[in-house]
Every structure is written in structure tokens, then in C-alpha cells.
């Protein structure tokens, strides 16, 4: 239990429904069979409805216009008067409008600092430019979808006839896209496709060996991929060029290339670093009402100790933060954070309504069947996530890692779109939190599923890598499973446990965001 | 050589430049060594510079602000004065404004149609829906992308493990892709991401039998896939289905409910059909100044063959008709279908104008070296491929086929992002011209590569289908080469010869184009 989770019970002594905050006029249903009409709540209210598990139940008579509040906040007002005991459905909740942007300030309290942790350690790949990789991986990146069937070609080549000879080198990963060419590349936003590119192919996971794969006649110049930190090391095969004569020369010429980079690159042995050389993205996906009250807890106390232990915490999603976004701007470390993050916000609300829509077009039919009425509440819930510590710097979308610590990364929530956006900025591991359940997983980095209620982590068992369900239930502290997601971390960064996602091969495609226009 | 074109020799009687139209003061360079400074073309003209292969010499003196004219059309103004001998580089060519789309008419000429063409027949995969299929693919259909790794996993298990057994079974595909969630499904544009899944789902190479699979909480709904023509023949299945416990039982669910598919599609034949039941997608990628003389021209008298033989043709690039659609406004059959293709293009003008850019977004750094100054000559020599027969029809992008005959269909010009929306519009057959080289190719249909140069040819030995060149040489006229295109679409159409990509197995990726933002 969270310090400031108040379970109800009935009268079997199992609790049955959670309060998050004192102030809360609602509950959520902990169990999988939800409330039963009649059963009667620790506070007194009597359910008079059936209440789906996850979803919310009055713990007082709502006039219409009445504040719904959860985790202290408004998340909506009651379309019309609801009865204590009531389920309150997504129907019966308006979505108050956006927090203005230019009305929030960051005041002047100082934001404390939270007591380091000394002592945490992983086994990692040490790289040139100083980072460090969770896995030791031969990255082929390429400029443009036109390569995208030969690159993958070549990838099964060198996986079959290469790879069994280089036991140090974890997979050969192909970095294929949809951008590069029929693009328009000179557009005002065309940076931030090109951006995430060039700051994929630097990521730490690849220890700075890529081999950049082009077309020769594509807007995107495969030299403009090159890592900055280490472009010796980095070799352009274009497949228009003159010397390579079909088909079989052009992957011939891959795979010498490939092996080239395996010989160094099996060379490399994991060492001990202090945790501070970690950087994990955190995500979650397939959200149900539980991720605000189990896994993303669980995430946040673990996002504590990583920058407790010096590490750097990205988290992300901008339309998952932008109606939570006052709690976030006290806790920027100065003005210039605060103010890069309603920047990155005021963005997003222009891009939205460029396309005709605005913030309510995130929460999905999962989420709302899951218990989350509205995307404010799925905010409030989201960015538990990020625990307590100072936020100390924000990036653009695809802009990569310059500091340790906290760090918004702007990102939109498709969960593709955020993993991919989260591996450009230099992300080397993901935790991904879910309670509608999804295979998702990343070729470039070990991703930990962590599940929000039990019956998930049952149901898909060899597919979740921590169930959280423990905090909603009593039967284990926030603080429980953060400290056993952060050894968790700590063991799949080192190699010694592997993910799921990993162990069946399960990687999702790289998908770009690109909001400039294609040609 | 086509009618129009009047190639110049060289003293040694070996033609060394092209000129197309009457009209033109530019001729281009045939030749891979191109043009020699001093050489003598056979209007008297000698070379001053060297002139690349592809690029245009000038035929007579330019003062600067003088129109640049080829294919007898303004494709720009002398942004210096150029010399009679002079090789026009891109950065001697102003781009002219764009012609506005209000000033264009259609006329009341009556459009001619061409003599019928009988006779001719190809064996395909009759559908319940009267379409016809050129292969017999099981299609495994995806709502979301975060289901993807799954079902390429599940993909490479049924063509291990079952397709040996069902031989008449052509290929198992997994219709990924990048949409689903994380979208903003209710914005006006996303009308166009929704229909194309919907209609790539109903491809006429999947036989009607396709099998969906979703994951259960995302927004677009895998019912929304159905294909409308046959709706009792989808299965779907969804990974957050409660009674699938864990991966094994997802991998297990798909490979049962294809083998259903595979056992019914293994029960059908090739079976002769008239050349009618065609749907052909034409494009071009990786464009130079030869594909406006010879690949476009020999594809554009293969359309008319087609077209004569009551086929349905379509062709597509919105920003590479833009500029030339003065040309087409006159070969509509009707009002309607004029007022049509200004809506795609005022459309896509708008869309651009809104992401910061213009139409000179396109032609590419290749397009460039290949000697096309600037979107205005790329366009003029893209349209080449529609041919000379009426324009019977217009298609929004991701829209489908409904008549026979010569169609648009409004697409990026992007080669992938134009691939997947002519699959959704239900072509059967593409045929795909390029100078620089591309290894495109899809999955879904047979993609016919057409070179426009020889050198090309010679060096992708094993990765081009046909070589448009001899027009350029003189070795071969349009109808030649048109004559002999047709016939190998038949042959591939029937199954009895096999594209360079098809046997490689280099198929791209299916890329949505999607206008509407994510969230």
C-alpha cells in the first residue's frame, strides 16, 4: 500500500475498493469480480450498482456540475446527479476544460533534492564516448525505406552464417523506417524525423559501430546518419553504387562490412558501473484504471532510487502529461525547464488542433472499458510515473540525453512512437507499464513489462516480467515492488536475466514521428 | 523511337542526344560518357561543356528570364544566359509558379477512345467477388501496431510449418503497419489511414479469406477490417482474448485459424480470364531525365494496350501530376471527373501549405544528378505513363477501384507510401519504372521493375525486369518495348514467370499516409 492509499473493506476484512487520496470523493474497485451490487464499502457507502473491476464508485451524492475528484484532483464533473454507492461511468463524467499553459507557474519554493543512494552497481559495455550499453548489439541503420527488404535480408544472412562466430556480440538489429525519401525534407518539423535517426544510430546500445545502409539517390544522405561521437567507426554501403553489381554484391558487400564490425565488437566485455550510467525510458501502455494505483507507483519509487543512485529517468507522452501538467511545473529544477515544458505542451496543442482535433482524441476504447473515464484522469495516473525527484531538463521529440536525472522527453503516447522517440534519446532500457496487456517490446533495448493487476500476469504469464497487482490487494508496499523492479533493472541491464519480450523475440517495428508533410 | 522524338548523331552517325518535341530548345545526353565538349549534335549545335548523361545541352542561345521548353512544355525559365552548347544544370533553371487550379478546363472536345484490343486473356484467382487475384496469398491483417512482432513471429511459423503443405498456396503475408493507436481517430484526415487498412484487407490477391489480428484494446477496431465483400470468411482473433493464456496459446490460435484459410485457398487454380479482369498500378521511383524518354514512354503505350484490352490502369504521385495536370484536365471523360482531380491536387497543395512547404519539396538529390532540373520537367515525364487514353476516374488516397479503364489515385508520390495505396485501391500488378535504381518491391503484388537506362541494367543484371533503353539507342521503339512490357505482365499476371523482386523476396514495407496527427 502506498502511504496515501486508503483501502476500503467489506466485511470479510479483504479489501474491495481503493482511495487514493484523502480528498477523493471515489473508489475503485480492487477485484476482478468488481463490487456487487449491495456489498457494503469500509466508509459505509453501500454500492447500488455493480462496479466493474478498476472503475469508479461514489463515495458521496454528486449534484450535476459536482467536481469528480481522484488523487486529489478534478478529474471531471458529474454530467448529471449521481448517488453515492453509483458506478460512475465514462458517460456520467464532463472533461473539464485544458489547464491554460500560460496561467501555471513554477513559484519559487526550491525543489528538494532527494538523498542520494550509494552503492548500486551493473555490468555494462563501456563505450568510447563514455556511455554505457545494456547490450552489445551490431546496429545496421539506413537512410531510407527504399533498403528496408535488403537490410532485413542481410540481417538474416549475418544472424545465420556470422553471428554463431561472435558469441559477445547479443543480435544484429536492423534500423529500418519510413522515412528518407517522397518526404519533404526541408520542412519547418522534418528536424525531428531526422534528428531521431541520427540519434538512433548513437544510441549507447550500439556501442558506436554502425553500419549505415543508403540508397545513393535519397533525400536523406546516409552521411547526415553517421553518430557523431564516433564516425570512423561507422561505414556507408549505398546500394547504387557503381562497383556493387547486383543482388548478390550488394549483400556480399553487407555482410563483409558486418563482419568487420562483429570482429571489434566481440571484442567488448561487460564491467562494472555504478548505476548512475543507467538510462532507463519509462512508458506505459494499454492503461486501465489500476496503472495509476499499482505499476506506475511501483515505477515512480523506482524512478526515485535510479536518481537517488545518480542515474538518468526519462519519461514521456505528452498528451498523457498535459493534464497533469501543473503538478509537474513546480517541480522543474528551474525557468528555463519549466518553461521548455510548456513549450513542448503549447506545441502539441497546436499540432492537435492543425489536425482538427485536441487532447480528448488520446484514451483509448481499452482504457475507458479499463476504468479511465477521461484522458485527465489517465494523466493524474500517468505520471505517477515519474516519481518525486526534481525534473531537471526536457527534450524535444527525438533530441537526445545531455544530463542525469529526471528528464521529459516529449514524445507523443503511441507507444511505438514514444519507444522509438525514448531510443533515440539514448534510452539503453525501458520499463513499460500495462493492464489491458500488450507484447510490445524494443530490438534495441530490454524492455520489463510490469503488469497493474493480477489476473493479467496469470493470464499472460510468459509475457509480463513483474506483476504489481500486490500493492492494490495489501499484499505487498509500493516500496516492495519499486526496490524489486529496481534490482530487476539492475540484473537485466547486467545480463544476468533476460526479458520477455527478449527471450521470444517479440520487437516492435521502429515508427518515426514525423509531423512534417510527405511528398 | 517514338513518334515525336528526334534523336541527333554524331559524326559517326551514333545518336548522341534526344530531343522529344518539335518545340524544344533543350536535347538530353544518351549516352553514359554524355556529351563531350566539342561534340557536334546534328542541328549544327556544338557541345560547350561537358553534359552529364541525362542532362540537357541548349539547343539555341538563352537570354536570361527565356522559357527552358521540353516535352514542347515550359519546364522553367534561364535563371542566367545560357549558351547554344551549354550544358542547363539545375541551378540555370527557375522553377515556374504553379499553374492555378481554377484556370484550368476541361473543354468540350469529346476524349477519343481508343480501338478496342480482344484476344487477349491471363490466368488468375477468380474471387466470389469477381475480382481477380494474380497470386493466391493467406493475409494476416493487423489493427494496431503494437501486435506486430506477433504476427510476423506467427507468419514465419505457418511458412515453416504449414504453407509446405498446402502448395497451391502462394505466400502468407502480414499486413503491418504503423496505425491503430496512439492516433487521433476521430480527426477528419484519419478517414484516410482507415480506409486503406480496410481496403488492403480486401485486396483481390488475399482471395477474400484474410485473417484479422488485434489486440483488444486499441482504437481501430479489428472489425473495422473486415473486408465488406466477405465478411464470413474473416477470422479474428485478438491477443487480449481471455481465453488465451499466454504466447504459446496466441501463436497456437493463429496457426489453427490459418491452416483453416490455407486448406480453403489451396483448393484454387489459375483459370483463364480476359485481359479486362487486370487491375495494373503503374509508378515510377528513383526517376532521371531518361525515364520521361524511355521507361514512361514504353509503360504509357503498355497502358494503352491494356487500357484498349478493357483493363483498369492506374497511376498516382499527386506532387508529380501537379505540375502537368493541365495536360490531363482535357483527357477526363467528364465534368465530374475534371472537378475530381483538381480536388486531389488543391488538396495536396493545401496539405503542404500547411507543413511550411511547397511542391518543390519533390524531386530528390538523385533526380537532380540524373539531370531533371526541378518538379515541373519530373512531372512532365511522370505522367508519360498514363498514356494517351481517356481519364475515366479519380480515387482519394486509400480509396478502391470501382470501373474499368485509366484512374487516378491521389497518392504521395513517396514510392512506398504510393505501393500500399494502390494495393488499397486494388491493383493486382505494379509496374515500377526507375533510372537510378531502386530494389523496391511488395509483398502483396508482383512489381514489375523497368529500367531507363542500360547501364542500370547491366549492373542490377538480377534485380530489373525489363530494360526501357533501347528507345533512347534507337535499338527499339516505344511500341517495341510497350508490346513487350504487356506481354510480361500477362506472363507474371498467370504465374508462368516470376519479377526479380519475387524471387529475391524483397518486398517492402506497408507505409500508411496518414495526414491526421498522433497522439
Chains 1, 2 share one sequence.
Not at 326 to 345: C, F, Q, S, Y
Not at 384 to 399: F, H, I, M, N, R
Request: contains cysteine; aromatic residues 4%; charged residues 20%.
Amino acid at each position: 500500500m502506498g502511504k496515501n492509499e486508503t483501502p476500503t473493506k467489506s466485511n470479510s476484512e479483504r479489501p474491495v475498493s481503493i482511495k487514493i487520496d484523502e480528498r477523493d470523493n471515489v473508489a475503485i474497485a480492487i477485484h476482478s469480480e468488481g463490487l456487487q451490487a449491495g456489498c457494503r464499502l469500509d466508509d459505509g457507502t453501500r454500492a447500488i450498482d455493480h462496479v466493474p473491476q478498476g472503475h469508479k464508485v461514489a463515495l458521496a451524492d454528486l449534484a450535476e456540475g459536482d467536481p469528480i475528484i481522484r488523487y486529489g484532483e478534478v478529474i471531471g464533473y458529474a454530467a448529471e446527479a449521481i448517488a453515492r454507492g453509483r458506478w460512475i461511468d465514462e458517460a456520467r463524467v464532463h472533461l473539464p476544460p485544458a489547464m491554460p499553459l500560460e496561467e501555471m507557474v513554477r513559484g519559487d519554493r526550491p525543489v528538494p533534492d532527494l538523498q542520494p543512494l550509494d552503492g548500486f552497481t551493473f555490468e555494462g559495455f563501456l563505450n568510447a564516448d563514455g556511455t554505457v550499453g545494456t547490450k552489445n548489439i551490431l546496429g545496421i541503420a539506413t537512410s531510407v525505406q527504399c533498403v528496408a527488404a535488403v537490410a532485413d535480408y542481410a540481417v538474416r544472412r549475418i544472424k545465420q552464417e556470422l553471428l554463431p562466430r561472435y558469441p559477445h556480440v547479443d543480435d544484429v538489429v536492423s534500423l529500418t523506417h519510413a522515412y528518407g525519401c517522397g518526404v519533404a525534407i526541408d520542412a519547418p518539423e522534418a528536424i525531428i524525423p531526422i534528428r531521431t535517426l541520427q540519434n538512433l544510430a548513437a544510441n549507447p546500445n550500439l556501442g558506436g559501430e554502425v553500419l549505415v545502409l543508403g540508397l545513393g539517390c535519397e533525400k536523406l544522405k546516409p552521411q547526415r546518419l553517421l553518430p557523431l561521437s564516433n564516425p570512423a567507426e561507422t561505414t556507408i554501403i549505398e546500394l547504387q553504387d557503381e562497383h556493387l553489381h547486383g543482388f548478390d554484391a550488394m549483400v556480399s558487400a553487407i555482410l563483409e562490412a558486418a563482419e568487420k564490425k562483429l570482429i571489434r565488437l566481440n571484442q567488448r566485455r561487460r564491467q562494472l558501473c555504478p548505476a548512475s550510467d543507467l538510462r532507463v525510458g519509462l512508458q506505459c501502455g494499454g492503461s486501465d484504471a489500476f496503472s495509476g494505483i499499482t505499476a506506475n507507483p511501483a515505477v515512480g519509487f523506482a524512478a526515485d532510487l535510479m536518481v537517488r543512485a545518480g542515474a538518468t529517468v526519462v519519461f514521456s507522452e505528452v498528451t498523457e502529461v498535459r493534464d497533469a501538467v501543473h503538478l509537474l511545473i513546480p517541480r522543474t529544477g528551474n525557468e528555463a525547464v519549466a518553461k521548455a515544458l510548456t513549450r513542448e505542451m503549447a506545441w502539441y496543442d497546436r499540432y492537435l488542433k492543425i489536425g482538427g482535433v485536441d487532447r480528448s482524441a488520446n484514451t483509448t476504447p481499452g482504457n475507458k472499458a479499463g476504468g479511465l473515464a477521461n484522458i485527465v484522469e489517465k494523466a493524474l495516473g500517468s505520471i505517477v510515473k515519474s516519481g518525486t525527484s526534481p525534473l531537471v531538463d526536457v527534450l524535444g521529440p527525438g533530441e537526445r540525453l545531455r544530463t542525469n536525472g529526471l528528464v521529459f522527453a516529449a514524445t507523443p503516447a503511441s507507444d511505438f512512437v514514444c519507444g522509438t522517440l525514448q531510443l533515440a534519446a539514448g534510452i539503453t532500457l525501458q520499463v513499460f507499464t500495462t493492464g489491458r496487456g500488450t507484447p510490445y517490446g524494443l530490438a534495441m533495448a530490454p524492455v520489463i513489462k510490469v503488469s497493474t493487476r493480477s489476473s493479467l500476469k496469470r493470464r499472460w504469464h510468459d509475457l509480463i516480467d513483474l506483476d504489481a497487482s500486490p500493492i492494490a490487494t495489501g499484499d505487498g508496499s509500493i516500496a516492495d515492488v519499486g526496490w524489486e523492479l529496481f534490482q530487476l533493472i539492475l540484473d537485466i541491464a547486467s545480463g544476468r536475466k533476460t526479458t520477455a519480450a527478449d527471450r521470444l523475440g517479440l520487437h516492435n517495428d521502429l515508427i518515426l514521428f514525423n509531423p512534417a508533410p510527405i511528398t
